[in-house]
């Protein structure tokens, strides 16, 4: 199984340990770029919330500290799709 399969189906930010889905929770998936397959929780977004998320990864084109850019697909607001790569803070 490689890297990409290991992920599918797991929750962004959780623990290693732990991170399938939470029959409690609502989740959105995460739509191509290095991320692609994981799901983020967004059990406490609203509708109005932000429609883009800048995502910490180490897998992405700035390496660790980079950030995956997702924005929400309009017509299927349980999908987030990848927009890019951009360094971390400095």
Avoid at 4 to 19: K, N, P
Avoid at 30 to 45: N, Y
Avoid at 67 to 80: K, M, Q
């Amino acid at each position: 199984m490689d890297e990409t399969e290991f992920l599918r189906g797991r929750v962004y930010g959780a623990d290693h340990e732990d991170a399938a889905p939470r029959p409690d929770r609502r989740y959105a998936q995460l739509v191509g770029g290095p991320l692609d397959g994981l799901l983020l929780d967004v059990t406490d977004r609203s509708d109005d919330a932000p429609r883009e998320v800048a995502l910490t990864t180490e897998i992405g084109r700035y390496g660790p500290g980079g950030r995956a850019l997702y924005v929400r697909r309009a017509a299927d607001p349980r999908r987030f799709d990848w927009q890019g790569d951009t360094p971390g803070a400095p």
